[in-house]
Structures are given as C-alpha cells and as structure tokens.
C-alpha cells in the first residue's frame, strides 16, 4: 500500500457515515458524501483509512473542535476538561459554570455531556470494521494490525465511558443497524463496573499483542502502539483499584504500570514546557495526538492568551491551583520553614509553575505580564478588559510563543495533545506500588520504589526539584503522590478524574474557586485573594456523570439512571 493514496483518502474518510441496510423506498439513496459498507469493505487502503478516522468522533456540542473533528476526550478545545476542576475556570462559561457549580442535570450536562453519545457511535463503528475486516484483501499481517488497534480505539472509547459513568452496557461485537428493533433488554442493560474493566483489559491485552512497537513513517504518527495498549491498561487497572471503583486490586495496578515500563522504549524528557510544544520525536510520549496546518485545533496562544495581547484569557487557573506547587526546595508552601512570602508569592517556586502558568511579572512574549491593578496592561484596567482573567492569571502550558496570538488562523494549533506520558506510569506505578509496599520498598523484579519512582519525574534536566526524602509513612507517601500527579499532569484531563476516583472530590471540589487581586501602590504590589466564581459546589451523586435524559428515554426508559440523578 502506497502511503500518499491513504493520506489523500483521509479527507474523505472523516466524513464516513457507514450506510446501513433499511428498507427501500424512494427516498433511499446514496449521499454523495458517504461511502457504501462496499466501498468500505471493496478496497483496501479504503478499510484502512476507515480504521484511522475511528480515532476521531462526531462534533456533537458548539465550538467543538475548531478546524477538526475531535478526538478522546476534549483535548484542544476552548473550554478544557481543567475548567470543570479546581485547576481552572474558562472565562466566557461555554457551559462549563453549571459543573463547576453542581447543577448537573439530565437534561443540563453543559460541555460534560458528549461521552455517552461519541463513545458509543465510535464503538459501533468499530464492531462495523471489526464485523467486516475479513471481507478485505489484505496479507493477514496487516488484517491483525488492523483487528488490534480497532481494539484499542474501541477499548479506548469504553474506557472513557467507565470513567465518566461507572458500568455501562457493553456490546461486545454486535453491530446495530439503523432501523433494528431494539428491544433487547440486553443491550440496555449496564454492567459492573468490574465486569466493564475486565472486559477492557482483555481487549487491551489483545491488542498489545497485535500493535506494532513503534510506529515508524510520517503516516503511521499518531496511530496506536502496544505501548499505548499498555499504558491504557495501567491507566484503567489503577483507577480499578481506587476507592471510587473498589473493582481491582493495587498489586494489578503495579504490574500494569512496570509492564510499559519494561518496554524500555520510554523516559522522562528533559525539557517539560516544551513537550507539550514540539511535535518532534520525544521518548517520553507514548501515544499523543498530531496537528497539522489545515487541520489544526483550537490555536492555544489566542484562545489562552492575556487580554493585554488581544487574547481572550481562555482557562484561567486558580489560586487553588497556583497554591500547590511547591517551593524550589521542595517544600508545601504551608511549611512555616519553605521560604513562602505571602507578598511575594510567585518567587522559587517549583519549576513546572513558570512554565504552566502565567502570573503577573512573568517574562512573556518580550514584556512582564501585567495583572495589577490599577494601569496593568493585562488586567480590567488594559485592552480587550472584556477578556481579562477572573482569577488572575493566564494559561502558559501548550502555549508556543513563536506562534502568533493575532490572526493566527491556519498558522498556529499545531502543538500534539499527549494522550499518554511516561511520567504518568510512573505516577501510576508509584501509587499503586506505595499502597502495597509502602515508599521505599523495591517489590520484587523491579529496581524502583515508589518514592525513586517520583524522583526520576522531579529530576527531570528543566524541573531539577529535590527528591523525596526516606523515611515517610504511607500515608504521607500517597499525598505527596496525589500532589506531584496535580502538579506534574496539570492541565491534561487527569485532575477531574483523580479527585473522584480517590473519593476527595468532596472536599476539593467544595472549596471555593480563587483568584488574586493584586494592587499597585508605587513600587509596591499587595495580594489578596478572592473568589473568582461564586458558587461552586460538589455533591455525592457527581461522582458520576448523569446519562444525558435523552439516551434515556431513546432507550424507551430502559437505561438506568446514575444514583440521586431524576430520570
């Protein structure tokens, strides 16, 4: 197969709706825009680009994926998957506010309420392919490449769903067609959440066996690996053994995270601020999603940007966020003996929060950004006020300052979204390790505890934090754990996720949302912090999200309902 026909064909394959068998009449006809399942099955490199479009999904909200069909997950969006946590708040709402504020509803899910919808056309798609494969001439080599990673695009929208719902029905290989009588009670019938991830285990363990180990040439980029089967299994097998979940075991989560670790393909990158830039080859990524101009995504540097830039501030962190990163010599900002001046707050702080986030004084773009009041260029008091941050500060990860924040249509969003990091499955490990073991035991077969499991992220060349020290309990372990996966996963869809499986999301997602207002009185600034959105509240049933109503009641009321959510 010629690499070019299949990147030419990808065009036309994003908008690949699989015609269905339905009964005839005049109105049955072909649209010009879709392709018949012979024309899907009839050709080869056809099937093939059918396959890697199932790693996009259907825009389903408003301002959903600028420039492209999205992916897992939110991704580049202009309100992210942060800005429903205590890490951030999107500044023009988008429907992220009610989250934040716990009306959730059915009937009202705000940007939360896509998964249910997206992952199940992407698992119908798959069964589709899968259902089909054989009918497709290709060498068997290439036929079981092909059956691993519709596995992992399959188990990758199922996981997606178990995160966000807890145990749903699961389809198996079943292919629904349009227009089939679904009264079934089966296919309507949610599983447990331990029957679901053993269902997906079992796919990612298939599919591990069948991906490549690299992926090499410019058209294979972005595609699924066995590392990445791997790395999503040790991403579900550690939310299982969560308290949320209470569905696996920590000894299983361990194993997972050390099987990619014993890939020995993967390390910790030197430079953290620009991974998350460059789309070059980088050891720490295992499986990540690339951009392109003419198919890029929301461009971060406007959409994030401060309003003294003309940009529209975007996902504004909090002070909550801003809170959590340590001083340089690794102590919590609350240690009476770290060094933290309350009026000076931004100075020897962790490392990875210079190249997060964007504070007032911090050298942007050839200038300090300024958020003080009064006269700050980047505050109420500057251009564009209407954009200006409620909390204070502005997004500086995935931000590439060489790319322009005006006009920076079809030049700038060409930065990867990282799905998978090597750092998370240290993290991983860690974790799962520390409740086992404790800190520093090193479990037979391996060559690190958990605590020399964290310190190759803090020693990484541009972080270079101290090491965490021997000697701590359990108990201290798992926070600085849970403190170093918040700070060095900020801003990637984990934070969401993380409180809730750990069962703190009570308590993390109840504390107001801050913000700071800094004051400038001659040469001298005072900081005072204050609530940058009212009313944010957390209660037990939003632990889970509600089944948008509408899926129930196309189920003909045949779905059940997440607890405490009305039908």
Not at 383 to 393: D, R
């Amino acid at each position: 197969m010629k690499a070019t026909r299949l990147i030419n064909i990808l065009c036309l394959a994003a908008s690949i709706s699989v015609v269905s068998s339905c009964k005839k009449d005049f109105l049955d006809v072909v649209p010009t825009d879709r392709l018949s399942d012979a024309a899907i099955t009839g050709d080869s490199t056809t099937f093939e680009a059918y396959v890697v479009n199932r790693y996009l999904g259907v825009r389903l909200t408003n301002k959903e994926a600028e420039g492209t069909l999205p992916g897992f997950g939110r991704g580049f969006e202009y309100a992210m998957w942060s800005s429903l946590t205590d890490e951030s708040i999107y500044n023009n709402d988008d429907n992220t506010w009610l989250v934040q504020k716990g009306e959730l509803s059915p009937d009202n899910v705000g940007i939360a309420g896509t998964f249910w919808g997206r992952s199940y056309r992407g698992i119908r798609e798959c069964n589709f392919a899968l259902a089909n494969v054989d009918k497709v001439n290709m060498s068997d080599a290439h036929r079981k490449w092909l059956i691993a990673e519709l596995k992992f695009i399959r188990a990758f929208r199922y996981h997606d769903l178990i995160r966000n719902y807890g145990g749903v029905p699961l389809l198996g290989d079943k292919v629904y067609q349009l227009g089939e009588d679904f009264a079934d009670p089966s296919l309507f019938e949610r599983k447990s959440i331990t029957e679901c991830i053993n269902y997906v285990v079992a796919e990612l363990n298939a599919a591990a066996a069948g991906l490549p180990a690299t992926n090499s040439g410019a058209w294979l980029k972005g595609r699924a690996t066995k590392g990445a089967a791997l790395a999503l299994k040790s991403r579900l097998l550690l939310y299982a053994a969560s308290p949320l979940y209470n569905a696996g075991t920590w000894q299983a989560a361990a194993d997972a995270a050390k099987a990619v670790m014993d890939l020995n393909q993967y390390g910790i990158s030197s430079d953290y601020q620009n991974m998350f830039i460059s789309s070059n080859a980088n050891n720490e990524v295992i499986f990540a999603r690339y951009y392109t101009v003419g198919a890029r995504h929301v461009p971060m540097e406007i959409a994030n940007g401060p309003n003294g830039y003309d940009g529209w501030g975007g996902n504004l962190p909090l002070q909550n966020m801003v809170d959590a990163y340590e001083m340089n010599n690794g102590k919590v900002i609350t240690d009476p003996t770290s060094g933290y001046n309350a009026q000076d707050p931004y100075k020897n702080r962790d490392p990875r929060f210079y190249a997060t986030i964007l504070h007032d004084g911090a050298q942007y773009r050839g200038r300090a950004v300024e958020t003080f009041v009064p006269g700050g260029r980047d505050s109420k008091d500057g251009p564009s006020n209407w954009n200006t941050s409620k909390t204070g500060y502005y997004l500086r990860k995935f931000v590439d300052e060489s790319m322009p924040i005006n006009n920076p249509w079809n030049i700038a969003g060409l930065q990867p979204w990282i799905y998978f990091r090597y750092a998370e499955i240290l993290l991983n490990y860690a974790e799962a390790v520390n409740e086992v073991h404790g800190p520093d035991v090193v479990p037979a077969g391996s060559t690190l505890s958990a605590r020399t499991a964290i310190n190759q992220i803090r020693s990484r060349a541009s972080v270079n934090m101290p090491g965490l020290l021997p000697g701590l309990t359990k108990e201290q372990m798992r926070e600085a754990i849970r403190r170093e996966r918040r700070v060095e996963l900020a801003f990637e869809e984990h934070r969401f996720y993380d409180v809730r499986r750990w069962k703190i999301a009570d308590q993390t997602e109840n504390m107001p949302a801050q913000g700071i207002t800094i004051t400038k009185s001659g040469n001298t600034l005072s900081y005072q912090t204050k609530i940058a959105l009212e009313g944010r509240k957390f209660e037990e049933k939003h632990y889970w999200l509600p089944i948008p109503r509408a899926e129930i009641q196309a189920s003909g009321n045949k779905l059940v309902q997440n607890k405490d959510y009305s039908n």
